[in-house]
């Protein structure tokens, strides 16, 4: 699995690290975070309580990643946009190809 570019960390924020499940060995430990003592373990934008499904949602309802952004500012643009490339590249390694 490969993310496209890389995130760097809120420099401004240290994390407890303690109860994270996403090994910070793993490419999306850069943009996901689940914590099972955060929101019941529901994966989320790291550093934020934003659950990463809103991202889906939202466009999904034919909102932009403007608006996203705009309604859960915690969120780095870098990291949406690297959750979207994650999913695009998932979804296409799984597709035959000519």
Do not use: N
Not at 33 to 42: A, F, K, M, T, W
Not at 54 to 62: M, P, Q, S, T
């Amino acid at each position: 699995m490969t993310v496209p570019h890389t995130i760097a960390p809120p420099e401004h924020t240290e994390r407890d690290l303690s109860t994270e499940l996403v090994p910070q060995t793993d490419p999306r430990a850069c943009f996901v975070s689940i914590d099972p003592e955060r929101l019941g373990g529901v994966p989320c934008f790291v550093g934020t309580r934003v659950p990463i499904k809103y991202l889906w949602e939202y466009l999904i309802k034919g909102k932009t990643l403007d608006e996203f952004l705009d309604d859960f500012e915690g969120v780095p643009r870098a990291a949406a946009i690297a959750a979207l490339e994650q999913s695009y590249h998932r979804l296409m390694a799984e597709l035959p190809r000519l």
